[in-house]
Nanobody, 122 residues
Framework: QLQLVESGGGSVQPGGSLRLSCAVSGSTLDGYVIGWFREAPRKEREGVSC????????FYKDFAKGRFTISRDSAKNVVYLQMDSLKPEDTAVYSC???????????????WGQGTQVTVSS
């Protein structure tokens, strides 16, 4: 059974940065796609970015392009989401998930972490 645990959330001022981590256990990252998702109050969960471990391919939703960077350390079984130039509208619970298809549709991911809160406010 794959388990995912997020960390690195917190409160930051607009323009600040945070690095989220997704630690995976129960299996290596090999063969999996790891995605980051977020859910803001009164909004539906949306995909942010994903990375395919086998070839390092990445995908970003438009709002994340140029500000967020996804990466992985396969030796440590950890996937990161570096978030820069944060805006108040980035405030949400961020979760990572593992799946087998290279996409950011939440229903394609079988394994989920509990999430970590990110708050961007002055």
């Amino acid at each position: 059974q794959l388990q995912l645990v997020e960390s690195g959330g917190g409160s930051v001022q607009p323009g600040g940065s945070l690095r989220l981590s997704c630690a995976v256990s129960g299996s290596t990252l090999d063969g999996y796609v790891i995605g980051w998702f977020r859910e803001a109050p009164r909004k539906e969960r949306e995909g942010v970015s994903c990375i395919q471990d086998s070839n390092g391919a990445t995908f970003y939703k438009d709002f994340a392009k140029g500000r967020f960077t996804i990466s992985r350390d396969s030796a440590k079984n950890v996937v990161y989401l570096q978030m820069d130039s944060l805006k108040p509208e980035d405030t949400a619970v961020y979760s990572c998930a593992a799946g087998s298809l290279f996409h950011t549709l939440a229903n394609l991911y079988a394994y989920w972490g509990q999430g970590t809160q990110v708050t961007v406010s002055s």
